[in-house]
T-cell receptor, first 117, second 115 residues
């Protein structure tokens, strides 16, 4: 079992559908992230939840809606997506240390390959 | 804002040989962290190696080592004794400490290890 689990692994949806991506981390971390990975582009940070509070929203369209019910679970709710939203969506977690130099790297899941038709 | 540049979209290396992947970055920060992540076909991004900017000594992890040149803002990854399992996308990443991990990634280098 990996430290960060994402479901589903693949998702095909029409532009009028509503679906959700799920992420669960078993590492005891206090921060969770959604990244979008498109071909030949750097990973794009979409959302960050730090201590269950959303601390970052990188100008993501409202058709993407995150939810973090607790520090172990993160969802990305999708509705009325566009074909250009087709990508690999990666979830990550890390431990945030308040103050000091200690740093935890990101731990990633296997991603959800999303295709919007 | 930070930028990370990987100028080699694709590379190949013979099994058991050594290969170096290049990465440059731009920042005005003096304290930061650099990482190399590997993404095999399974798609999971795996941390390969990390370097703290305040440490002069280059990090090493078994067959993986880095050449960190802070003044030149260069952070290359050397893979020795390449193995078939090293075939993957490799991403260079920059991170400022403090708060949650705000990481800037490069566009990646696709490495193919040839038997």
């Amino acid at each position: 079992e990996t430290g960060v689990t994402q479901t589903p692994r693949h998702l095909v949806m029409g532009m009028t559908n509503k679906k959700s991506l799920k992420c669960e981390q078993h590492l005891g971390h206090n921060a969770m992230y959604w990244y979008k990975q498109s071909a030949k582009k750097p990973l794009e940070l979409m959302f960050v939840y730090n201590f269950k509070e959303q601390t970052e929203n990188n100008s993501v369209p409202s058709r993407f809606s995150p939810e973090c019910p607790n520090s172990s679970h993160l969802f990305l709710h999708l509705h009325t997506l566009q074909p250009e939203d087709s990508a690999l969506y990666l979830c990550a977690s890390s431990q945030v240390f308040l103050g000091g130099r200690e740093v935890s790297p990101l731990h990633f899941g296997n991603g959800t390959r999303l295709t919007v038709t | 804002a930070q930028t990370v540049t990987q100028s080699q979209p694709e590379m190949s290396v013979q099994e058991a040989e050594t290969v170096t992947l290049s990465c440059t970055y731009d920042t005005s920060e003096s304290n930061y962290y650099l990482f190399w992540y590997k993404q095999p076909p399974s798609r999971q991004m795996i941390l390969v190696i990390r370097q703290e900017a305040y440490k002069q000594q280059n990090a090493t992890e078994n067959r993986f080592s880095v050449n960190f040149q802070k003044a030149a803002k260069s952070f290359s990854l050397k893979i020795s004794d390449s193995q078939l399992g090293d075939t993957a996308m490799y991403f260079c990443a920059f991170m400022k400490p403090g708060g949650y991990q705000k990481v800037t990634f490069g566009t990646g280098t696709k490495l193919q290890v040839i038997p």
